[in-house]
């Protein structure tokens, strides 16, 4: 299925020709598209994913926080992008594989995460990153689109494996502009690896606005390639959730890779390094808050008599203890010394290790010298 290829004009008109199930101001909207791909939601499943979201919220806080702190050298927030992340990674099985950028801590978090590993990476301590294995997530990506080659890469080890599983990989909407990204959907297409693309379509790729990369939906492109590809609106978690299951059918089938693009809005910087205010106005963030993610479900669970002040309290608390443990985590991790870098490299001693390693303690030592 082909998206409406309207030109993107303005965020408000962009927004509008995406498919919902949950609209801005709460309400249910009929979508025979995406209600039966939920259709066993029921309030509860609903409440989990609310929760989710709120306590993805408050992690991110934290994460920014510790590094504005010092106790971390970078952090990516995901404000803002918590139904495209909750949403979709909810819907995956436990025997699929995630392959992420560098901004998905919803994915992870979703994935089962621990307290360490929201941070282990953004602090450069050993290891630098979660298990894999553990999470069914491979290592969060820095090099801008090349996770999408690697997911194909595996979804073609599960065509040969002849599994029942499929690689999931997230980009933002500047990837789409990298050739990796263009090539991994080439490779997807050809050989129908089971494969599915989620771009969320945030907006901004670092400082430059969407409409400047692309002047139609990014949804449209998938289709040259060969690959269905669905626009939801990425504040809707349950249209989020309800257009993964469609892509996840679609690979599982053996029909091959299927697309999405989910349209949300980055609310924070590109990263702790970026000060967004030099590049965009203040309305757009207005706008964008009036379509917060987590303020639509709690509106539409109330309306139905299905959340309270109470309930609220609760998933608050739940958020804070979250965040509790995520600085106790951080701030009790013990760094190695910095020669530590060198062990475990080889198996055996080498002349040339040894003499990188002499050659870096001589220049720590210069540092002492300066005290």
């Known amino acids: 299925m082909s998206p409406q290829l309207t030109p993107i004009v303005d965020t408000a008109q962009d927004l509008e020709l995406a498919e919902r199930i949950l609209a ?3 309400t249910r909207v009929p979508n025979a598209l995406l209600d039966p791909f939920v259709a066993d939601v029921d309030a509860e499943q609903l409440r989990d994913l609310l929760r989710d979201m709120i306590v993805l919220r408050r992690i991110d806080a934290e994460g920014f926080a510790l590094q504005r702190q010092g106790q971390l050298g970078l952090w990516a927030p995901c404000k803002g992008q918590e139904a ?4 979709t990674a909810r819907a995956l099985e436990p025997r699929d594989y995630v392959f992420p950028s560098y901004r998905e801590t919803g994915v992870i978090y979703a994935r089962g995460a621990g307290p360490h590993d929201y941070v282990r990476t953004w602090r ?7 298990d894999p294995d553990a999470l069914g997530v491979a290592p969060l990506q820095i090099i801008i689109g090349a996770q999408t080659l690697h997911a194909v890469g595996y979804a073609l080890g599960i065509l040969h494996d002849g599994a029942d599983e499929v ?10 502009s990298q050739g990796d990204v263009n090539e991994a959907m080439v490779f997807a297409a050809s050989y129908g690896a089971p494969v599915v693309f989620v771009c969320q379509n945030n907006h901004w790729a670092i400082s430059e606005p969407v409409a400047v990369q692309s002047q139609f939906p990014i949804s449209g492109r998938a289709p040259g390639f060969g690959i269905p590809s669905l626009r939801v609106d990425g504040n809707d978690v349950l249209a989020c959730m309800a257009a993964m299951r469609w892509a996840l059918a679609h690979a599982r089938s053996g029909k091959g890779p299927a697309y999405i693009e989910t349209v949300t809005y980055r609310m924070g910087p590109h990263t702790t390094a970026d000060d ?3 590049y965009r106005g203040q309305d757009a963030l207005e706008e964008w808050g009036r379509r917060d993610p987590i303020d639509r479900v709690d509106t539409y669970l109330r309306g139905l008599g299905e959340r309270d002040d109470e309930r609220a309290a609760a998933d608050d608390a739940a958020a804070a203890t979250a965040a509790a443990e995520m600085r106790a985590a951080c701030l009790g991790m013990v760094t ?4 530590a870098v060198f062990d475990g490299v080889y198996a055996e001693p080498h002349t040339g290790l040894q003499r990188q390693r002499e050659d870096y303690a001589a220049y720590l030592a210069g540092f002492a010298d300066e005290d």
Do not use: K, M, N, S
């Open 84 to 87: 495209a992340q909750i949403g």
């Open 336 to 339: 190695r010394p910095p020669l």
């Open 276 to 278: 967004p205010t030099r």
């Open 167 to 176: 690689a999931v990989t997230y980009f933002g909407d500047g990837a789409t």
């Open 24 to 26: 801005p101001g709460g």
């Open 124 to 130: 450069g301590e050993e290891g630098a990153a979660f």
